[in-house]
Every structure is written in C-alpha cells, then in structure tokens.
C-alpha cells in the first residue's frame, strides 16, 4: 500500500523559501505522476504542480514563477521550494499521488507551514 | 479556466437521511471529474473517479452521476462516520480546479 509522508519546517519567515520533501514508501516512483496541493486553514485546495520521474513538471500558472518541484528517484523523494513566501502560503501541504488519469489517490498526512516573523 | 460550483456549501443531515450533493462545472468537461471527503485535520481521501467510478474501498452507500456539466455525490444513507467535507475536482486539466467543497455537519 503506498504512503506519503511530508517531511519539512513548519515556520518560515517571510521572504525566504519554503522547502518541503515527500517520502514514498510502497510504490515505485517510476509510475505515476506526483504533486503538491496545499490548503490554507479554513480554506480549499489548490494545486501547486506535479513531477514525473522522467523530471517533466507542470506548475500551476498562479505559483508558477515562485515554485520548483525536482525529484530523487533513488531516495523515492520528491520536493518542492516555494520561494519569497508571504503569509498568504501559510498553508497544510499535501503531497499527492496522481492516478495519471488526474485523480489523487493517495495523499500524505499534510503538513502545516506558518510563514511568519 | 474552468469554474466548478458546489451546493450547497453547507448541510445538516441526520444519521440515515439521503444527501445529495451537487457539483456544476462551467463547461463541458465529459465525466472528469472526482469526488473527496476530508475529516478535520485529515487529507482528503479519494471517493469516486470518472464521475461514477467508486474508488476501491469505498462504502457502496456512497455513489456519483453526471448529467450534462452537473455532477452529484450521493450517500444513501448517512452514517456517523460520513460527517465531513466533501470536495469536486476536476480532471485532466492544469490546473485541476476543485470546488469550494461542501460541509455535512449533523443535525
């Protein structure tokens, strides 16, 4: 059974860069595509953008010039750097796996990131 | 982009009662679409795919349909362990939109 787990700081100031590192046990992650989806306290969710092995991304336009998603295939990991944070990406992250289809079927637990001084 | 609009964004319902909810999408999108439920403090866990497809796992009192650009989530009869939030998203798009989600709380 695949499990996700988010790894990374919970405070950031702001202006910095948020880095945050997912674990995939129970699945290859030579299949699939992964991505990061985030949702503010009390809010909805929104998608960050995702990786694909082979090192391909597609980033939401929104997030698009402040976000890097990369991947270590060897270490079954992927990341995500956020950079010039503000308040407004305070947020729970989620790392999700994308079915390829464009569903999320397996999700980390989420992982809450402040971004304050 | 495509919009998604769920109603209600709110209801209360009784253990058992029939709850139906409703996801319109802006335009066509055939039958991409899933449905989530989210606990407090948990991820979202995946429902229903394609529209009608129930994820392995998935109680068979949960059910999805499409008519058209209108999508509907429905529990046959609401449990306990059902009160939650539940979220569209559309599929095969980037970004993939969700809806504004849809919480069932108890009455």
Redesign the interface.
Same mark, same amino acid.
């Given at each position: 059974q695949v499990q996700l787990q988010e790894s990374g700081p919970g405070l950031v100031k702001p202006s910095e860069t948020l880095s945050l590192t997912c674990t995939v046990s129970g699945a290859s992650v030579t299949s699939h595509y992964w991505s990061w989806i985030r949702q503010p306290p009390g809010k909805?969710?929104? +998608?960050i953008g995702y990786i694909y092995y082979s090192g391909s991304t597609?980033y939401?336009?929104?997030l698009e010039s402040r976000v890097t998603i990369s991947i270590d295939t060897s270490k079954k990991q992927f990341s995500l750097d956020l950079r010039s944070v503000t308040a407004a990406d305070t947020a729970v992250y989620?790392c999700?796996r994308d079915?390829t289809?464009? +569903?999320?079927?397996s999700?980390?637990?989420?992982t809450l990131v402040t971004v304050s001084s | 982009d495509i919009q998604l609009t769920q109603s209600p964004s709110f209801l209360s319902a009784s253990v058992g009662d029939r709850v139906t909810i409703t996801c319109r999408a802006s335009q066509g999108i055939n039958s991409d679409l899933a449905w989530y439920q989210q606990k407090p403090g948990k991820a979202p866990k995946l429902l229903i795919y394609a529209a009608s497809f129930l994820q392995s796992g998935v109680p068979s009192r949960f059910s999805g349909s499409r008519s058209g650009t209108e999508f509907t989530l429905t529990i046959s009869s609401l449990q306990p362990e059902d009160f939650a939030t539940y979220y569209c998203q559309q599929l095969n798009t980037y970004p993939p939109p969700f809806g504004q989600g849809t919480k069932v709380e108890i009455k």
């Open positions: 909805g969710l929104e +998608w597609r939401n336009p929104s989620y999700a079915s289809f464009g +569903w999320f079927d999700w980390g637990q989420g | -």
